[in-house]
């Protein structure tokens, strides 16, 4: 029986994909650095953006995606992506 898309997803977040890019904190903190020097630089306005928020974003963007093409992978990554801003938030306050 396949993986679900949750057992898929952790095995991507802290396998294959924590390998490739590091902690989800320090990848995302840079990620959104550079949205807030986008924006700063596009519309003027600074806007503080933390790793967490920045994998909510991205997390929305794969909710876009299946809105208008449902597929698992869409699914994947956002369930993903919602445990890498669980993981930036463990950084930041160790439990």
Known sequence: MADSILEEAQHL??????????NPYV?????????RALIL????????LTPDFA??????MKISREAGKPKR?????????LECAD????????S
Not at 13 to 22: E, F, I, M, P
């Open 87 to 94: 993981m930036c938030l463990d950084f930041i306050q160790p």
């Open 73 to 81: 992978d869409n699914r994947v990554d956002g369930a993903g992506y």
């Open 27 to 35: 990848d995302y903190l840079c990620t959104a650095e550079m949205w």
């Open 55 to 60: 994998c909510l974003m991205m997390a929305t």
């Open 13 to 22: 977040v802290h396998g294959d994909r924590n390998a490739d890019y590091g």
């Open 41 to 48: 630089r596009r519309y003027g306005v600074d806007v503080p």
